[in-house]
């Protein structure tokens, strides 16, 4: 675009026709205007008046400059010191389409000036209306280059004469803010005493000393700035809270403190609508109709959108890096973080630009499972200064899990195991560290990262399976991470090879970096070693404490003198007899006779139990509906009476069930790996464990005082979903959902959603056991979002390991009404509220009390041990 070329006036003086070619060409607010006399004068058109009382001959630039640095033009400007005014919202989008039509801004310095006058106006609405006193405003842009970083600085400072001056200069130029804090704050110190010196000029009627840096002065001129502007780039956005003293607390703080009295900071959130723009105007047409359809608030949004999509790019692609050395992610996450943090959490334009909103988009697009934002936490791990006793002692942990029989591995043993560890956990760093940003500082989440990575090492054909073990059992945390095993791994990356020595110190290194409790590891033991001396010792008749009876007070009373086994197995004997000859009996057309109480000589306190499924209704022959209520009513005693004797022993076989199931599972998932090696670990087969357990669960129903033959056995297998609600506590819920076999059928109802959560949250996910089919309500889910993430990723992973064990039952399950519901509660009227609360008939839904869940031994051994349900 030509400029226009004056043609002066023959008449004029020469210093009227430079008044035309020059001053009026570079202020556009000057003008020449005629006086009453008919001599023009120069008139401001912002303050409505005659600048100087000469002809127009008689001015010169150092006067013009002088007033539109006064107080008094710049309050009458678009932005005034009394009322806080932003300037007309169609001179801001002017900017935009000027933006749009490929105009820098970097260029312009009028635009550039209009539109963070009109951002900091609006954040100033926000934040101190009304206390303008004193306008002192900064810009931070770029150069050509984008490399160099130039702090541009107005100032407006009261003179002795009354009204304001401004001055302004380049305030400082600093190649790198990436440097350190004190480089940093060195830099910004330096130029802003050179510009004080060089740049600030006493105005008219200055009756000051001498412009030199002194003390006072210079103090006087840093606590005059009040507002700070800048453009949306991270790094200039952060130039402008280090000026403002908003930096983290170091050592070098007190040196940020430039401008202590900063109230307002505003950054430019339109610089990068170019990114959307520019691709529209290769045609007229189409950037006109683009102009029309979106609006500046639209722009607005989607520039902030580029820069956190930039800074997320960045970091991507040094994740994306072969060799990313794992030192060096705990920087790279702290540096995208703090970036994301200058330029939408601290920028103080959180009104007019959305910027807590675009930061959370951003990262929940780019991250959908997880939030990156929170994933420093995962690499503040402590370093392992422990001692060398404390060392050997989570040595031993690690190369000892835990054992059904407590065998101590060999040193042959414990060689082969380190190197094997040691190998597969080479193969799975890699994953590790690619997924290890998106998870927090938590055990859980720890828990699922290097489950991820394990699952993934497996999916690309390794073999892990010892490392996995690790992980289920919870050893393995974020310690690969830490800065001493870093070193120890980079020394031994290269060879094939390593001496058991330095794998040895390279786990003692890892183990030290773990957030393993000690204490929790060391009730497991215990828990463990005491199961096994319940194995040494054989099971005998449980014995119930003092304080137990002295608090539930029973109505029957117990015996107080020890039941040996022999009697109650002779005990157990005579009920089957009568057992059946009762049901042949019925099946000849003869009525039943109840067996009455029995003598405490003769053993416990029993009826006959309570027949249900089809044998229930063959008691339909019994005539009179009293009898029928008081044998039903003596058979609830009674298993009420069963329920209640083995409480105390029986939680406690409980809990070590549910331990040595869940211990069991995870060393039968590692033995069940088709392409595992033989590993010394591999001390029982799987029928001897198998035997344990069913061994364990005959000692338990020989100890119940209801008999298991008189229970519906195919009820139960042929049971999809368990619905545990009537034991008191959420711990004993899940302990008895363990006895079922650790992978047996495991859900929880509605009434579990507010007590279970925390209980697990608490005990750890060790104690949650694998389950089959999982009925949460829409209540827990919403709740506790993360342990329903963990039981479902539970549930595909069984489902997916035990796919051919239930080929033929999915075949039965093809709608939903072939489903059974095995329901154990004890009320009225609990069938039929929860079948109306899922949607089912009540036909379909099979009630149980506690003490025949409790008493259920299953008929097949192997299937009830590992899978749950009837292969028939």
């Known amino acids: 675009m030509t400029t226009p070329v004056v043609v002066p006036n023959p008449s004029e003086s020469v210093a009227a026709a430079f008044w035309r070619t020059s001053w009026l060409r570079k202020f556009d607010w000057l003008v020449l205007k005629q006086q009453d006399g008919g001599s023009e004068r120069p008139f401001c058109k912002t303050c409505q008046k005659f600048l100087f009382q000469k002809t127009v001959g008689g001015g010169n630039l150092t006067s013009l400059l002088r007033h539109e640095r006064t107080g008094l033009h710049q309050g009458k400007g678009p932005m005034k010191t009394s009322s806080v005014q932003a300037p007309p919202i169609q001179d801001f989008l002017d900017c935009l389409d000027d933006r749009a039509k490929r105009k820098s801004f970097r260029s312009s310095g009028k635009e550039k000036a209009w539109k963070l006058s009109w951002c900091l106006a609006e954040a100033f609405k926000m934040s101190v209306h009304g206390q303008l006193a004193q306008v002192a405003s900064s810009t931070v842009c770029q150069d050509a280059q984008g490399q160099v970083l130039s702090v541009r600085f107005f100032s407006s400072l009261k003179v002795t004469g009354g009204g304001d001056a401004s001055v302004s200069g380049l305030l400082a130029l600093v190649n790198d803010w990436g440097a350190g804090a004190s480089d940093l704050a060195s830099a910004v110190g330096k130029g802003t005493k050179r510009f004080f010196i060089k740049y600030w000029k006493p105005p008219r009627g200055w009756t000051g000393p001498k412009p030199t840096l002194k003390r006072p002065l210079y103090q006087?001129?840093?606590?005059?700035?009040?507002?700070?502007?800048?453009?949306?780039?991270?790094?200039?956005?952060?130039?402008?809270?280090?000026?403002?003293?908003?930096?983290?607390?170091?050592?070098?703080?007190?040196?940020?403190?430039?401008?202590?009295?900063?109230?307002?900071?505003?950054?430019?959130?339109?610089?990068?609508?170019?990114?959307?723009?520019?691709?529209?105007?290769?045609?007229?047409?189409?950037?006109?109709?683009?102009?029309?359809?979106?609006?500046?608030?639209?722009?607005?949004?989607?520039?902030?959108?580029?820069?956190a999509s930039d800074e997320e790019l960045s970091l991507l692609r040094q994740f994306d890096q072969s060799y990313l050395p794992t030192s060096d992610?705990?920087?790279?996450?702290?540096?995208?973080?703090?970036?994301?943090?200058?330029?939408?959490?601290?920028?103080?334009?959180?009104?007019?630009?959305?910027?807590?909103?675009?930061?959370?988009?951003?990262?929940?697009?780019?991250?959908?499972?997880?939030?990156?934002?929170?994933?420093?936490?995962?690499?503040?791990?402590?370093?392992?200064?422990?001692?060398?006793?404390?060392?050997?002692?989570?040595?031993?942990?690690?190369?000892?899990?835990?054992?059904?029989?407590?065998?101590?591995?060999?040193?042959?043993?414990?060689?082969?195991?380190?190197?094997?560890?040691?190998?597969?956990?080479?193969?799975?760093?890699?994953?590790?560290?690619?997924?290890?940003?998106?998870?927090?500082?938590?055990?859980?989440?720890?828990?699922?990262?290097?489950?991820?990575s394990v699952r993934k090492a497996k999916k690309n054909g390794h073999d892990v399976s010892l490392l996995e073990s690790l992980v289920s059992a919870g050893l393995a945390s974020v310690g690969a991470t830490t800065a001493n095993s870093e070193r120890d791994f980079a020394a031994m990356r290269k060879r094939t090879n390593p001496t058991v020595a330095e794998v040895e110190r390279f786990l003692q290194t890892f183990m030290g970096g773990l957030n393993t409790d000690a204490n929790a590891m060391d009730q497991k033991n215990q828990l463990c070693q005491k199961a096994r001396q319940v194995w040494q010792k054989g099971f005998g008749t449980p014995?119930?404490?003092?304080?137990?009876?002295?608090?539930?007070?029973?109505?029957?009373?117990?015996?107080?003198?020890?039941?040996?086994?022999?009697?109650?197995?002779?005990?157990?004997?005579?009920?089957?007899?009568?057992?059946?000859?009762?049901?042949?009996?019925?099946?000849?057309?003869?009525?039943?006779?109840?067996?009455?109480?029995?003598?405490?000589?003769?053993?416990?306190?029993?009826?006959?139990?309570?027949?249900?499924?089809?044998?229930?209704?063959?008691?339909?022959?019994?005539?009179?509906?009293?009898?029928?209520?008081?044998?039903?009513?003596?058979?609830?005693?009674?298993?009420?009476?069963?329920?209640?004797?083995?409480?105390?022993?029986?939680?406690?076989?409980?809990?070590?069930?549910?331990?040595?199931?869940?211990?069991a599972d995870r060393k039968r998932r590692r033995l069940d790996t088709a392409d595992a090696p033989v590993s010394p670990l591999k001390l029982n087969s799987r029928n001897a464990y198998i035997a344990r357990c069913v061994h364990m669960r005959d000692a338990v129903a020989r100890s119940l005082v209801t008999h298991h033959h008189a229970l519906p056995q195919k009820d139960f297998l042929k049971a999809d979903v368990?619905?545990?609600?009537?034991?008191?506590?959420?711990?004993?819920?899940?302990?008895?959902?363990?006895?079922?076999?650790?992978?047996?059928?495991?859900?929880?109802?509605?009434?579990?959603?507010?007590?279970?959560?925390?209980?697990?949250?608490?005990?750890?996910?060790?104690?949650?056991?694998?389950?089959?089919?999982?009925?949460?309500?829409?209540?827990?889910?919403?709740?506790?979002?993360?342990?329903?993430?963990?039981?479902?990723?539970?549930?595909?992973?069984?489902?997916?390991?035990?796919?051919?064990?239930?080929?033929?039952?999915?075949?039965?399950?093809?709608?939903?009404?072939?489903?059974?519901?095995?329901?154990?509660?004890?009320?009225?009227?609990?069938?039929?509220?929860?079948?109306?609360?899922?949607?089912?008939?009540?036909?379909?839904?099979?009630?149980?009390?506690?003490?025949?869940?409790?008493?259920?031994?299953?008929?097949?051994?192997?299937e009830s041990a590992h899978y749950g349900v009837s292969q028939a």
Not at 260 to 279: E, M, Q, S, Y
Not at 280 to 301: A, C, H, Q, R
Not at 345 to 358: D, E, H, S
């Open 722 to 862: 368990f619905v545990v609600k009537s034991l008191t506590s959420p711990g004993q819920r899940v302990e008895w959902m363990a006895k079922l076999g650790g992978l047996a059928i495991v859900s929880s109802d509605y009434a579990m959603g507010s007590r279970m959560g925390p209980w697990i949250k608490f005990k750890g996910i060790a104690k949650i056991p694998p389950v089959r089919h999982l009925l949460l309500d829409k209540r827990f889910q919403e709740k506790h979002p993360s342990l329903t993430a963990i039981l479902k990723q539970q549930l595909l992973s069984f489902a997916q390991a035990n796919a051919n064990s239930w080929a033929n039952v999915a075949k039965t399950r093809k709608s939903s009404s072939n489903i059974c519901w095995a329901l154990v509660a004890e009320g009225d009227g609990i069938k039929d509220k929860f079948a109306r609360r899922l949607g089912v008939s009540a036909a379909s839904v099979r009630l149980f009390t506690a003490g025949e869940f409790i008493s259920w031994k299953p008929a097949s051994k192997i």
């Open 220 to 307: 006087a001129f840093r606590k005059s700035v009040l507002f700070v502007g800048s453009d949306a780039a991270a790094d200039e956005t952060k130039a402008v809270r280090l000026l403002a003293g908003k930096a983290a607390p170091t050592a070098t703080s007190k040196a940020f403190r430039l401008f202590p009295n900063i109230k307002a900071r505003v950054r430019d959130n339109a610089h990068a609508v170019g990114r959307f723009t520019l691709k529209w105007n290769v045609n007229e047409t189409l950037g006109k109709t683009y102009k029309k359809y979106i609006s500046s608030t639209d722009l607005l949004l989607l520039a902030m959108m580029a820069d």
């Open 543 to 663: 014995r119930v404490s003092d304080e137990k009876r002295k608090s539930l007070n029973w109505a029957n009373g117990l015996r107080k003198k020890k039941v040996k086994v022999d009697s109650e197995r002779t005990f157990i004997e005579k009920r089957r007899q009568d057992l059946n000859q009762l049901m042949k009996s019925e099946s000849a057309g003869q009525r039943p006779v109840a067996r009455p109480l029995m003598n405490s000589s003769e053993g416990p306190p029993l009826l006959t139990p309570v027949l249900f499924g089809k044998e229930k209704g063959k008691l339909s022959d019994l005539k009179n509906e009293s009898k029928k209520r008081n044998f039903a009513a003596q058979q609830l005693a009674s298993l009420r009476t069963g329920d209640r004797l083995q409480t105390d022993e029986f939680d406690e076989m409980a809990r070590q069930q549910a331990e040595l199931d869940l211990a």
């Open 329 to 452: 992610v705990r920087s790279l996450v702290q540096n995208f973080l703090s970036k994301i943090e200058f330029l939408f959490l601290c920028a103080g334009a959180t009104k007019t630009g959305f910027t807590a909103y675009v930061a959370r988009a951003t990262m929940q697009y780019e991250w959908p499972d997880f939030e990156l934002i929170n994933s420093l936490g995962v690499f503040q791990t402590r370093e392992g200064n422990h001692s060398s006793d404390e060392r050997r002692l989570m040595l031993d942990r690690l190369v000892t899990p835990i054992l059904l029989d407590g065998r101590q591995l060999t040193n042959d043993e414990k060689a082969d195991y380190l190197i094997q560890v040691w190998r597969q956990y080479q193969m799975c760093r890699p994953f590790a560290v690619k997924i290890a940003g998106r998870f927090a500082t938590s055990p859980q989440k720890d828990y699922l990262c290097w489950t991820e």
